[in-house]
T-cell receptor, first 111, second 114 residues
Framework: KQEVTQIPAALSVPEGENLVLNCSFTDSAIYNLQWFRQDPGKGLTSLLLIQSSQREQTSGRLNASLDKSSGRSTLYIAASQPGDSATYLCAVMDSSYKLIFGSGTRLLVRP | DVKVTQSSRYLVKRTGEKVFLECVQDMDHENMFWYRQDPGLGLRLIYFSYDVKMKEKGDIPEGYSVSREKKERFSLILESASTNQTSMYLC?????????????FGQGTRLTVV
């Protein structure tokens, strides 16, 4: 059964730092991996999608990498800002086309 | 812009009531999903549908049913609400069963059962 783990569970950094969020999954038979952002009490906003054949995707200050063979993905946020404070979730699409989510990393960027 | 709209942001219902949570998407997506999100448990899939009138059980379907009479609308039904169904409910949709398909989520419905 596919399991997705995110480390750390919470992270607090000063504004301007570059940071890395980690996601690992147990079964490498995935179609894609998606990173989401969730603000308190709100729904999920899609940030980046990496197909299984890809190694990375970039959007603005965000860069996501995927190493399918080792079951790992990282989300790199450059020059963090207070507005980046949110919970970040990763999800893998498994062989039955379902999304399996990690528990998320709560990020606080201090001014 | 893809839009997934959930009918209510907040709901308070009594134990034993029949509860309907509605979700509508405006992008002609084939697939629709219902998740619940609880602290420490993350998002768990309740039901999903890959076509009109089609439904599949997710990981935690007990106590729930769904209806998809039209492509754009996917309803989650709590037949007899119980306090352990107090949760945040999230609806999502995606285009079709392809590896590069992106999932889009609604704003969520915070349901409290008293």
């Amino acid at each position: 059964k596919q399991e997705v783990t995110q480390i750390p569970a919470a992270l607090s950094v000063p504004e301007g730092e570059n940071l890395v969020l980690n996601c690992s999954f147990t079964d490498s038979a995935i179609y894609n991996l998606q990173w989401f952002r969730q603000d308190p009490g709100k729904g999920l906003t899609s940030l980046l999608l990496i197909q299984s054949s890809q190694r990375e995707q970039t959007s603005g200050r965000l860069n996501a990498s995927l190493d399918k063979s080792s079951g790992r993905s990282t989300l790199y946020i450059a020059a963090s800002q207070p507005g980046d404070s949110a919970t970040y979730l990763c999800a893998v699409m498994d062989s039955s086309y379902k999304l399996i989510f990690g528990s998320g990393t709560r990020l606080l960027v201090r001014p | 812009d893809v839009k997934v709209t959930q009918s209510s942001r907040y709901l308070v219902k009594r134990t034993g009531e029949k509860v309907f949570l509605e979700c509508v998407q405006d992008m002609d997506h084939e697939n629709m999903f219902w998740y619940r999100q609880d602290p420490g448990l993350g998002l768990r899939l309740i039901y999903f549908s890959y076509d009109v009138k089609m439904k599949e059980k997710g990981d935690i379907p007990e106590g729930y049913s769904v209806s998809r009479e039209k492509k754009e609308r996917f309803s989650l039904i709590l037949e007899s609400a119980s306090t352990n169904q107090t949760s945040m409910y999230l609806c999502a949709s995606s285009l079709e069963w392809l590896p590069n398909t992106e999932a889009f989520f609604g704003q969520g419905t915070r349901l409290t059962v008293v």
